[in-house]
């Protein structure tokens, strides 16, 4: 028998039968919702069009197959086997190693904080999309009504409604601002939502997950079914999947690919764990790591698929428009009649009129049209949805009813991976008997979401969008490579390879193969550090700047580059850090309480178990 | 002697209307672009009727009310459309000034639009801005609208979520004393392998099972 007599970890501490997911579905599907968030959407079609397309899947498969399953697997194999939540799994596994879970812990409670606020954004354009005409599709007009607000007509109408109607953004991030009372009540709403769906833990998330998960599916093969029939979405593809083949040689394009899959499998999160802890213990956690990782990947793709033909569409509008403008410029200073000038015809004209009449031309402001820079001009992250998506909706006939299914849909995402981070975060402290028994488990999440809100609320002032970015870049990166680095090698080498595969043997009636194994041990540990060094190497070489939005600024509405105050950097640094440092901390911690207890038991020795090894498997 | 009078007074005309002339005003149509199909050409009739809707709005102006249609000049008429208007005293040797001008077509300048079937972008007097209209505000906006609804429906779920968490505790509560032989239950549900004992242990009888080994001694400390 390969489990050892007396490995307690499979024993709830708490008496009760541990909550068990009604159905694999379930389970499969909360898993697919915690990965498939919105960095889906709007980080991976980035990455495929600034990486050469195409091509940009070697490095990104070659990343799921090496760094990204391998990991999932442990993750999944660990939670199923231990049954507990990442701070208790990880104690199990060593009491030194304890310090991993909690790192998990506080990512999954700090990303808890800003993860909402998107949704908040989220839900204000959702609700904001209920009326002809769009609010973002004209600039509203100035005071005494002859002409818009000059920010408005600076920047763009989308991102005078961003900028200034939701966020009301200050130039600065060292001024704070007021609280927006708009975000907070979306804010107050989203936790109330979250709240709601997540309030008896997996009993009720899922039942949520049956439409959080599946509703963006149904709403991208809307949007793409409409985006390919729009003019100008062949273009749009063509220039996303157009493989540069030279763009592998530059190491930063390995570097994105090794990251993203690793954040979009939503790893070191502890939700994942705490999901597989509800599972029954005899169940096949491979092919759940394969088939999830999948998932996800091919959901990216799909996505990329639907937000390119739109953004080809959009950039093909803008193109027209750009030379329409033209046009009508020549028109105008000539006298030409109305439409006589066609766009085919316009290069010609210009020659023309260049020739005979240059000073004429020369003070007219005719822009360089180019359908790439427009191509181009895609953007990742908030951007894309808030900015470029909105635009590009306004184009669409319907577009009100465009920009409910989009908003609903991003905002089914998010909900389904704030899910597994409320998870992440409630199974932990569950398992840890926290609380006293006699506490439902409705008022335990009922206070953490409102803790996770009043923590937030610092995000709806009008500095809360530099803070969100901050919180984005800092909290996740660096922590989570550590995390999971000290996961595949506490795993690995601790609880030692041959228990591990015994365990999976019994969990799933087969032993791991050459690749798990050769994966596990060499390749992913090496790849994590490969990334972590190379990843501290670029944070080091560029000083921590930000982009700020200053309608003041001369060159508006380019947003110039400010450096962050010195208290700020250290509040980035603090962020990066804190994490992964619970691991010294807590093995230190451990360290001399294991010392006070042997001093303190010191004549009866004997009841110490054999020590265990970490053979070879 | 008419002849010559007749040269004078087109001398004079031509003179008062200009392109870039003092008070003269350029002014824009685009009238297949507004109406496509349905455009109409642009011919001397139109420029009548253009003539009349200036004499119209100046007449308006007071102390202007004496303004015939004779008193509005036009030149440079293009294929654009596009072409200059000054609007002159009742002697036709000076134009009024601009401001009086701009001040009277800015007032009607709904009247004039609608005479000719166009609007504000496709009727254009460059220089005189037009006044935009005033963004429809309705008595609440709408998305406060939808977040009411949206909100009353969550706390509404929320509270019937409670209540029946309530509910269930306090039904659980009442059937605890009753239950007695739920461990002899149990026993018969443990699976073959896996050694995962269902134990119920109630609240007011639980205790740590003295054979369970605790988290310190299972692993030799290091």
Same mark, same amino acid.
């Given at each position: ?43 991976? =079609? ?11 899947? @070697? ?29 208790? @799994? ?15 812990? +506080? ?93 008896? &833990? ?33 273009? &749009? ?10 763009? +592998? ?20 999160? &502890?939700?994942? @764990? ?88 020369? /003070?007219?402001? +005719? ?13 990742? &992250? ?128 087969? /032993? ?12 992913? =540990? +090496? ?19 930000? /982009? ?50 042997? /001093? ?18 | $002697? ?6 004078? %007074? ?18 824009? #149509? ?25 004499? *119209?709005?100046?007449?308006? %102006? ?9 008193? %509005? #000049? ?50 254009? *007097? #460059? ?22 609804? %949206? ?51 109630? $609240? ?7 054979? *369970? ?10």
């Amino acid at each position: 028998m390969a489990l050892v007599p007396g490995l307690a970890p499979h024993v709830d501490d708490h008496g009760d039968e541990r909550p068990r997911w009604d159905s694999k579905s379930q389970y499969l599907l909360s898993c697919i919702g915690f990965a498939v968030g919105l960095g889906n959407i709007w980080r991976f =079609p980035y990455l495929c069009q600034a990486y050469g397309g195409g091509a940009f899947l @070697v490095p990104y498969f070659i990343a799921l197959v090496f760094e990204g399953i391998p990991l999932f697997h442990i993750e999944l194999a660990i939670g199923q086997r231990l049954r507990k939540g990442s701070i208790g @799994v990880w104690t199990a596994i060593s009491p030194y190693l304890g310090g991993v879970g909690l790192g998990c812990f +506080l990512v999954s409670s700090l990303v808890c904080l800003y993860y909402n606020t998107v949704l908040t954004w989220v839900l204000w354009f959702l609700l904001n999309s209920f009326q002809q005409p769009l609010p973002w599709s004209s600039c509203p007009p100035d005071l005494d009504r002859t002409g818009f607000v000059e920010e408005c007509e600076g920047s763009s109408s989308v991102s005078y409604f961003w900028y200034r109607q939701t966020l009301n953004i200050t130039a600065d991030i060292s001024n704070s601002g007021t609280v927006q009372w708009r975000l907070l009540v979306c804010l107050a709403a989203c936790w109330a939502v979250v709240y709601l769906c997540v309030s008896r &833990g997996i009993e009720s998330t899922g039942k949520a997950i049956y439409f959080t998960a599946l509703f963006p599916y149904l709403v991208l093969t809307v949007f793409l079914i409409r985006g390919l029939t729009l003019p100008g979405a062949a273009e &749009g593809l063509a220039h996303l999947f157009t493989p540069n083949v030279q763009i +592998l040689q530059n190491p930063r394009v390995w570097l994105d690919a090794a990251t993203q899959i690793f954040f979009s499998l939503s790893l070191a999160f &502890g939700g994942h @764990v705490a999901f597989a802890s509800y599972n029954p213990p005899r169940n096949d956690c491979r092919k759940d790591a394969v088939v999830i990782a999948l998932a996800n990947s091919m959901t990216s793709l799909y996505a990329s698929v639907t937000i390119f033909s739109i953004m080809g569409f959009k950039a093909t509008k803008d193109y027209g428009r750009c030379l329409d403008r033209n046009v009508l410029g020549l028109i105008n200073e000539f006298d030409f009649p109305e439409q006589s000038i066609s766009r085919d015809d316009y290069p010609a004209v210009l020659a023309h009129l260049n020739a005979t009449q240059p000073e004429r031309v020369a /003070r007219l402001p +005719l822009k360089d049209c180019h359908l790439e820079h427009f191509l181009d001009k895609s953007a990742s &992250g908030p951007g894309l949805a808030f900015i470029i998506f909105t635009e590009a909706v306004l184009h669409m006939p319907g577009a009100p009813g465009w920009a409910v299914l989009f908003f609903g849909m991003l905002f089914s995402l998010g909900l389904s991976s704030m899910f597994g981070n409320m998870e992440g975060i409630i199974t932990p402290l569950l398992d840890l008997g926290t609380v006293p028994r006699w506490v439902p488990k409705e008022a335990l999440t009922g206070l953490i979401c409102l803790l996770c809100f009043l923590a937030a609320i610092c995000f709806t002032l009008q500095s809360g969008n530099y803070w969100l970015e901050i919180f984005d870049s800092f909290v996740v990166s660096l922590n989570l490579m550590v995390l999971a680095f000290f996961e595949v090698v506490g795993v690995i080498y601790v609880y030692g390879m041959k228990r591990f595969c015994d365990d999976i043997m019994w969990m799933t009636g087969s /032993r791991p193969g050459l690749y798990w194994q050769v994966a596990w041990r060499v390749v992913s =540990p +090496l790849l994590l550090l490969a990334i972590f060094v190379a990843y501290i190497v670029l944070l080091a070489q560029k000083p921590l700047s930000y /982009r700020a939005w200053d309608p003041q600024h001369d060159q508006f509405p380019l947003r110039p580059e400010k450096l962050y105050p010195g208290w700020v950097q250290a509040a980035c640094v603090l962020l990066s850090l804190l994490p992964a440092l619970c691991i010294p901390v807590a093995a230190l911690a451990q360290l001399f309480a294991q010392r006070r207890w042997r /001093r303190k038991e010191v004549p009866s020795q004997d009841t110490h178990l054999k020590p265990q090894d970490g053979g070879a498997c | $002697m008419l002849w010559l009078l007749l040269f004078v %007074v087109t001398a004079i005309h031509a003179e008062l209307c200009q392109p870039d002339a003092e008070n003269a005003f350029k002014v824009r #149509l685009s009238i297949k672009t507004a109406l496509g199909d349905n455009a109409y050409a642009w011919d001397s009739n139109e420029e009548y009727l253009f003539k009349a809707m200036v004499a *119209f709005s100046m007449r308006k %102006v007071p102390n202007r009310e004496a303004t015939e249609i004779s008193h %509005v #000049l036009l030149c440079n008429v293009t294929q654009r459309v596009s072409f200059w208007f000054v609007v002159t005293d009742p002697l036709k040797n000076h134009t009024l000034p601009a401001v009086e001008v701009q001040s009277a077509i800015r007032m009607n300048r709904n009247r004039i639009n609608n005479a000719f079937s166009l609007n504000d972008r496709t009727l254009e *007097f #460059l220089k005189i801005p037009s006044t935009l209209a005033s963004p429809m505000d309705p008595s609440a906006p709408i998305w406060i609208i939808v977040f009411g609804v %949206v909100f009353c429906i969550i706390a509404a779920a929320i509270t019937v979520l409670v209540l029946s968490g309530i509910r269930q505790h306090r039904r659980e509560d009442n059937e605890l004393p009753e239950v007695d032989g739920t461990e002899e239950k149990c026993e018969n549900v443990i699976t073959s392998e896996s050694s995962i004992p269902c134990h119920r242990l109630h $609240m007011n009888g639980g205790g740590i099972n003295g054979v *369970f080994v605790t988290k310190d001694e299972w692993l030799t400390p290091l």
